[in-house]
């Protein structure tokens, strides 16, 4: 326990020594907002930066990686402790993407030593921002049915197919895909899980527009897509199992940002904040309509406990343990709660929540609009609730199909 406060105490120095002025209290606009690295990346300010190479150096964008790979080599527990004064001194994550929270962990599990030396330290960096290409047209909760095919070639496989709903595919530097090896076995054990390099001769990507206005998504092209073998994470014809580890990392990671409120809170902190700014009333007394203020506090005691029980299960996990099917029930919770939040927050807004555009709406209401708009996909993404719900029945509560 003496140690880990030391620790605390070097970490908040070091943290408060290596910040910029400049992104304390940054309050970050874009969905999901912060660094996300990659060849072409978008700073939300100049310091941000600094920011990300700073932590990278001391490894501490990936603090529980191993420190061959350039991690910060920290148990769970000081990693928690690093987390809080981060939180404690206001300042933003410093790296944030799939690279982190989806395909290193699955690296780390799976890879082969050429290729975590390969992929780790520059998604430590920041250096390289990846993209998930699962989903097809035909093969969404269905996912075992993707048609898009590999065929070998020599020391290389050669992709043709195309792949749906990949997010930020546009913006990405390589793709960590799901491919058909086998067409003659069942249909689970004919798939390979393949990293591609975006920039590969044959990959095409055209965004797609969401009814929240933005054009998060896209769909990728894979024509004569030449990548070696070596590629492969894991067993060739083996990628199921892989995919299925990746899933628990990728519904873990949507639990956490969904259910802390990302994406939903707009400009403002909380929506007794934004009812106080709307509604008006006498600060310091309650907020005069009984029935909100009810709902308010029930909402945020809700995210509150989740946050706890989420972070207790983290507590009690082994290290180094990998998200199981219980991922599921966060996954669903915490989407579904972020839904009720976007809904109860377009009811305080009242006709100004109509805003799309223009001089009429600040940019708190149209933020608010769009973080409404955007939840709706929230219990579709990473699986849908009702995928999620039969996992949980099926793999947690043993019921029978
Ligand atoms: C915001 C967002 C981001 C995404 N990002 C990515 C990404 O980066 N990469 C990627 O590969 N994919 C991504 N997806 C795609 C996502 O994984 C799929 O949309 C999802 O798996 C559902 O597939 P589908 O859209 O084909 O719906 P379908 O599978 O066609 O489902 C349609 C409806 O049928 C229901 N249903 C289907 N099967 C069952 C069943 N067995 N039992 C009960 N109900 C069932 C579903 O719950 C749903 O309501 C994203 C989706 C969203 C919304």
Redesign the pocket.
């Known amino acids: 326990m003496a140690e880990l406060e030391a620790f605390r105490a070097e970490a908040a120095e070091w943290l408060d020594a290596n910040a910029p002025q400049a992104i304390r209290s940054l309050r970050l606009h874009a969905e999901l907002g912060g660094n996300w690295g990659g060849r072409h990346p978008l700073w939300e300010a100049p310091e941000m930066e600094t920011w990300l190479r700073v932590c990278a150096d001391k490894g501490w964008t990936a603090p529980t990686w191993p420190g061959e790979y350039g991690g910060g080599d920290l148990s769970n527990a000081e990693a928690k402790v690093l987390e809080q004064e981060r939180k404690r001194l206001q300042l933003p994550e410093p790296l944030t993407g799939?690279g982190l929270s989806m395909i290193g962990p699955t690296l780390l599990r799976f890879g082969s030593e050429a290729q975590k030396q390969e992929h780790l330290p520059k998604i430590v960096r920041g250096e390289i921002r990846w993209?998930?290409?699962?989903?097809?047209?035909?093969?969404?909760?269905?996912?075992a049915s993707l048609q898009a095919r590999a065929e070998r070639d020599g020391d290389d496989f050669l992709i043709n197919g195309t792949?749906?709903?990949?997010?930020?595919?546009d913006l990405s530097d390589w793709i960590f895909a799901?491919v058909r090896t086998n067409s003659a076995v069942k249909k689970q054990a004919g798939i390979s899980f393949i990293l591609i390099d975006m920039e590969t001769p044959g990959v095409s990507v055209r965004p797609i527009k969401?009814i929240s206005g933005k054009s998060?998504?896209c769909e990728a092209h894979f024509e004569n897509v030449r990548v070696p073998l070596a590629n492969v994470l894991g067993e060739i014809d083996g990628g199921w199992t892989v995919a299925k580890a990746l899933l628990g990392h990728e519904r873990s990671m949507i639990a956490d940002v969904f259910g802390a409120g990302g994406g939903a809170r707009g400009r403002r902190a909380t929506l007794a904040e934004q009812a106080r700014e709307v509604l008006g009333g006498t600060p310091g007394e309650p907020l005069p309509d009984a029935l909100l203020r009810d709902r308010i506090a029930q909402n945020e005691m809700d995210m509150k406990a989740f946050h706890l029980t989420l972070q207790r299960s983290r507590d009690a996990a082994k290290a180094g343990q990998q998200p199981g099917s219980e991922s599921s029930i966060f996954k669903v919770w915490a989407t579904e709660a972020n839904q009720r939040r976007t809904e109860l927050a377009m009811q305080i807004a009242g006709p100004q929540a109509l805003g799309w555009e223009g001089a009429g709406f600040d940019e708190a209401e149209l933020d608010c609009t769009r973080a409404w708009l955007?939840a709706?996909?929230?219990?579709?993404?990473?699986?849908?609730?009702?995928?999620q719900?039969?996992i949980i029945a099926k793999h947690v509560l043993g019921l029978p199909d």
Request: charged share 20%; proline share 5%; hydrophobic share 30%.
């Open positions: 799939f993209c998930q290409g699962y989903s097809e047209p035909e093969a969404g909760s269905d996912l792949k749906v709903w990949t997010s930020y595919g799901l969401l998060p998504f955007r709706r996909g929230n219990s579709i993404e990473g699986g849908t609730s009702e995928v719900l039969n």
